[in-house]
């Protein structure tokens, strides 16, 4: 008993030191005109962020619920396990046009796979017994490798852009992604009717009592363990940040730079993967506009979350800050009525105020 | 030698090196190996500061204008 007082005692102080610090941080701030100034610009994004909630909590107040929390967690589920593969691609100072194609591609796989054996007009009629979920998974993230291979190797071997690189490998995907859903007998038709446990597998949730908890977001949480581990925890990762940081650098230090791309850009595929097979499941319906604007949506998750395009910066918990920032402006201006023509245009002004922000602190470095 | 010579040797030597770093840096960006986007960038900090208030205001600006048009929910 007097132990576990003292330990209280003990963690009550440290709380109280660290409270204090913080203060003393921020006061400093506020004292400081060029400091202030500086904190307003750095994190102007941000409390744009705040007043458009607080606009909206005023309009309905419905918006901070849970459960409408664990709606937007669940949206931003598939679109954040994408920008985990991404974030890698920007560290190298690269990025990825593809990543939203790849997903319809490796959607449409996943589904076609997964349609229910009494679906009459299923893709593959000689599918009469339901596969074990693990087939269209895997296959589905082999496709995406495939894809993120071509990239690595335009990237990594032939010293192209990567954004001349994905945006080619965008269209192939898009190709591939429109031939295989026109390859149905009944023609062009969205691949629909699919097994119940696949949907349950994706769509379920936890029961936690207060709210209920979507299997996404344990999907998503997994997936960012696995990426903490990758990026904190193993050679892959602290080379990725070396090369991202400085290239020359890590090459004269004995790091192999175009193995290493090829690790990311696999690790990436698996991703894009996974996050494919989850959002046939989470839409249950997979067309040829699968996966439009993913990538712009997952590139611009990461720019928010702190993931410079001068490569060498970045955290997970930063990235899936940033994924769920945009998923709760996209719900926002959605709850907020805005013309779906306007949010573009904000969202597009969203991107390029983060990666001004992005650039303010490369010059003020340089 | 006394100490002030040596000191301004080793002064040369540490600037010789960076200066090699910084030419190894260069051959690498001209050889496709660094593709940092911003490296061109020659706009001043000041300019980025007002992008970064003119997208704010029009965010704002345009949120407001789209709420009250569309009537909100």
């Known amino acids: 008993m007097e132990k576990g007082n003292a330990m209280n005692k003990w963690v009550k102080g440290l709380l109280d030191v660290r409270a204090a610090q913080v203060l003393e941080r921020i006061l400093a701030v506020l004292r400081d005109k060029e400091k202030r100034r500086e904190w307003l610009i750095n994190y102007s994004l941000y409390l744009i962020l705040l007043a458009m909630i607080i606009g909206v909590v005023i309009e309905d107040s419905s918006f901070l619920s849970f459960s409408n929390f664990s709606k937007i967690m669940a949206q931003a589920s598939t679109r954040g396990i994408l920008a985990l593969g991404v974030a890698g691609m920007i560290v190298y100072t690269g990025t990825d046009l593809s990543a939203g194609r790849i997903l319809g591609c490796c959607a449409a796989i996943s589904a076609s796979l997964l349609q229910s054996v009494t679906y009459a007009s299923r893709m593959y009629p000689s599918i009469v017994e339901p596969l074990p979920l693990i087939v269209p998974l895997l296959l589905s993230i082999a496709a995406a490798m495939a894809f993120c291979s071509l990239n690595a190797f335009g990237f990594a071997v032939l010293k192209m852009h990567p954004f001349i690189i994905s945006l080619g490998t965008q269209l192939i995907a898009y190709g591939s992604l429109c031939l295989y859903i026109d390859s149905q007998k009944g023609g062009a038709q969205p691949i629909a009717s699919l097994d119940s446990r696949y949907i349950e597998f994706v769509n379920g949730h936890i029961n936690l009592g207060f709210m209920q908890l979507p299997y996404l977001v344990v999907y998503l949480a997994v997936c960012a363990a696995v990426m903490w581990v990758i990026w904190n925890k193993t050679t892959l990762g602290k080379n990725m940040f070396a090369i991202g940081g400085n290239p020359e650098a890590a090459a004269v230090s004995g790091v192999n730079v175009t193995r290493n791309i090829f690790g990311v850009y696999l690790v990436a595929g698996a991703l894009y993967g996974i996050a494919a097979f989850l959002e046939a499941g989470r839409v249950q319906s997979v067309t040829t506009n699968m996966g439009l604007n993913y990538d712009l949506d997952a590139i611009s998750g990461c720019v928010i979350g702190g993931v410079s395009f001068t490569g060498g910066v970045g955290t997970i918990p930063g990235v899936l800050i940033g994924v769920i920032i945009l998923q709760v402006i996209n719900y926002s201006l959605y709850y907020l009525g805005i013309n779906a023509y306007l949010q573009y245009i904000i969202k597009g002004l969203i991107i390029i105020m983060a990666v001004a922000i992005d650039v303010r602190k490369y010059i003020a470095k340089k | ?73």
Request: hydrophobic content about 40%; charged content about 30%.
């Open chain 2, 1 to 73: 030698m006394d100490g002030n010579e040596k000191l301004a040797e080793r002064l040369e030597e540490v600037e010789r090196r960076e200066r090699a770093v910084e030419k190894r840096e260069k051959a690498a960006t001209a050889k496709g190996l660094r593709h940092n986007l911003y490296e061109h960038i020659t706009c001043s900090v000041g300019t980025v500061d007002i992008i970064i208030a003119a997208c704010a205001a029009l965010i704002v600006g345009l949120t407001v204008f789209g709420a009250l048009s569309g009537g909100g929910r």
